[in-house]
């Protein structure tokens, strides 16, 4: 029987930088020296700060890897060339902030109604230097208001990884897609029960369009699963 794979214990170090490389290498995507630098410091800071303030159950620099980094990355070939993203709910940052690193074009609004976790995600930004990231202490429900001079009135997509229900997510998101935009929910698994919770969300003739894409966390083997909703 083959040995049991040795723990990583250390952000940073040669086998954490492999985990990294190496999940994003299974969705196609290449991590540079600059990227890779990036997300080493973001998971010291994310450490650092959570001795003071709970900003995340997810505290082993493996787990952090995996189901942070590697997570968030999952959609990053699904993007289209788009103009704007929303992160509703972000949390530490998640997927926001990683989608920055590695999409630098996008312009990015990450929100959350804890303010901790946007002084968190502010101090992020500075020091990882992403100049088109903003993280925004605001409701959704808020946003779509209209009032806040850094935020765009509608976006080309729209994440999320913390959101409940796939209603909600949507009736969130739709006041504040743009035309031609899409909705993305990173979810456990999706039920059949759960898509059609959706329907009470369209009003008159308008359809939604519903596509998924599973993967697998390495390690773990968390199964995952990309919800993708388009109105028509």
Not at 8 to 15: N, P, Q, R, Y
Request: net charge neutral; proline share 6%; glycine share 8%.
């Amino acid at each position: 029987m083959p040995p049991s794979p040795k723990a990583i214990t250390d952000i940073g170090s040669a086998e954490w930088k492999k985990r990294i490389t190496s999940g994003a290498g299974d969705f196609g995507i290449e991590v540079n020296a600059d990227q890779l630098a990036q997300l080493i410091r973001f998971a010291q800071i994310l450490v650092d700060w959570n001795k003071k303030i709970n900003l995340t159950a997810i505290t082993d620099p493996e787990e952090i890897a995996i189901k942070h980094f590697i997570d968030s990355m999952a959609v990053l070939p699904f993007l289209p060339k788009a103009e704007n993203l929303l992160d509703i709910g972000s949390g530490g940052g998640f997927p926001g902030l990683v989608l920055s690193v590695f999409r630098p074009d996008l312009k990015i609004i990450s929100i959350d109604a804890v303010r901790k976790k946007i002084s968190f995600q502010q101090h992020i930004i500075r020091t990882l230097g992403l100049k088109r990231a903003r993280a925004l202490h605001i409701r959704a429900e808020s946003l779509s208001s209209g009032n806040n001079s850094f935020a765009p009135d509608n976006y080309d997509i729209i994440v999320s990884r913390a959101l409940g229900s796939l209603e909600q997510f949507l009736g969130l998101s739709l006041p504040l897609l743009g035309p031609g935009g899409t909705i993305i929910a990173y979810k456990g698994t999706t039920k059949e029960s759960e898509r059609n919770e959706i329907e009470p969300c369209m009003s008159g003739e308008q359809s939604l369009s519903i596509d998924t894409h599973a993967y697998c966390l390495p390690k773990y083997g968390d199964h995952r699963t990309l919800v993708f909703m388009k109105p028509a």
